[in-house]
Nanobody, 116 residues
């Protein structure tokens, strides 16, 4: 059974930081491309950041320079370090595991709220 379990969300003030974690089980993690996506209330889900199985990263323009995605294959975990958070970063952040066009899995998400 495949599971992606996110953690690390919460309430933070503008300018603050959070680190999200996504622990994967039931997949051969090191072969999967991993990503963090987010969905704000009333909006469509959008990409925040991705990291390939080889370690190449990609970021949405809105988070470039503030967010950093990383992975630890020994722990089957992908991280999203979020700095200089803004109210517009408020969303449910979900973890995605993608293998070619064959497998695609999602976590249930973790709420991030940026507010004073």
């Amino acid at each position: 059974q495949v599971q992606l379990v996110e953690s690390g969300g919460g309430l933070v003030q503008p300018g603050g930081s959070l680190r999200l974690s996504c622990a994967a089980s039931g997949i051969n993690f090191r072969f999967y491309d991993m990503g963090w996506y987010r969905q704000a209330p009333g909006k469509q889900r959008e990409l925040a950041a991705t990291i390939t199985s080889g370690g190449s990263t990609n970021y949405a323009e809105s988070v470039q320079g503030r967010f950093t995605i990383s992975r630890d294959n020994a722990k089957n975990t992908v991280y999203l370090q979020m700095n200089s958070l803004k109210p517009e970063d408020t969303a449910v952040y979900s973890c995605n595991a993608h293998f070619q066009e064959i497998r695609d899995y999602w976590g249930q998400g973790t709420q991030v709220t940026v507010s004073s």
